[in-house]
């Protein structure tokens, strides 16, 4: 079974508008860590943000803001007053275990592009 | 966020040739880095763990004579592609844990584009 999956192959979003992209997880742990990070066509990975399973509040940073529902184990990411240069792929990826040197699994990605 | 500097962002080198890959966390300390390939349009896929002072920690499926991983000190690591082929034409992608207590984040280096020709 996919410990990450995300769904939407390639999202669009108007300019200024809000968009969500879907992350669903499997993990039998009870302690773990959800991520989120962007990759621009450049190439580089940038860590956007961060949900401990045992956070009470929904993460958030600036105009990310991430919606995780325990119960049906997703850490979907909410973007804001989406912009151009938004436009890229985003990943979702899961650190079992407390805070162990366990690695990230990563999702398969969304393609957002940021419509002008 | 920390910072990962990683280098060379783009080689090319002839087949049969060695290229080495420097990953380094400029400014924290990082005992564990790991090393990733992403395939065009694909997500990344993680080939070992770098621990300081002592051995790599290879993925199943990854030569560990092949692709020799060295953590010599708390902020370097380096990745070397040995009698590299075509085929290990990649984007190859650091990553460094900071620890901030329970959580910890991952952050990455801007990757190194290899082409072997």
């Known amino acids: 079974a996919q410990k990450i999956t995300q769904t939407q192959p390639g999202m669009f979003v108007q300019e200024k508008e809000a968009v969500t992209l879907d992350c669903t997880y499997d993990t039998s742990d009870q302690s773990y860590g959800l991520f989120w990070y962007k990759q621009p066509s450049s190439g580089e990975m940038i860590f956007l943000i961060y949900q401990g399973s045992y956070d009470e509040q929904n993460a958030t940073e600036g105009r990310y803001s991430l919606n995780f529902q325990k119960a049906r184990k997703s850490a979907n990411l909410v973007i804001s007053a989406s912009q151009l240069g938004d436009s890229a792929m985003y990943f979702c990826a899961m650190r079992e275990g407390p805070g162990s040197a366990r690695q990230l699994t990563f999702g398969s990605g969304t393609q957002l592009t940021v419509l002008p | 966020g920390a910072v990962v500097s990683q280098h060379p962002s783009w080689v090319i080198c002839k087949s049969g040739t060695s290229v080495k890959i420097e990953c380094r966390s400029l400014?924290?300390?990082?005992?564990?880095m790991f090393w990733y390939r992403q395939f065009p349009k694909q997500s990344l896929m993680l080939m070992a763990t770098s621990n300081e002072g002592s051995k790599a920690t290879y993925e199943q499926g990854v030569e560990k004579d092949k692709f020799l991983i060295n953590h010599a000190s708390l902020t370097l690591s380096t990745l070397t592609v040995t009698s590299a082929h075509p085929e290990d034409s990649s984007f190859y992608i650091c990553s460094a844990r900071e620890w901030l207590g329970v959580r910890n984040i991952q952050y990455f280096g801007a990757g190194t584009r290899l082409s072997v020709l």
């Open positions: 400014d924290f300390q990082a005992t564990t």
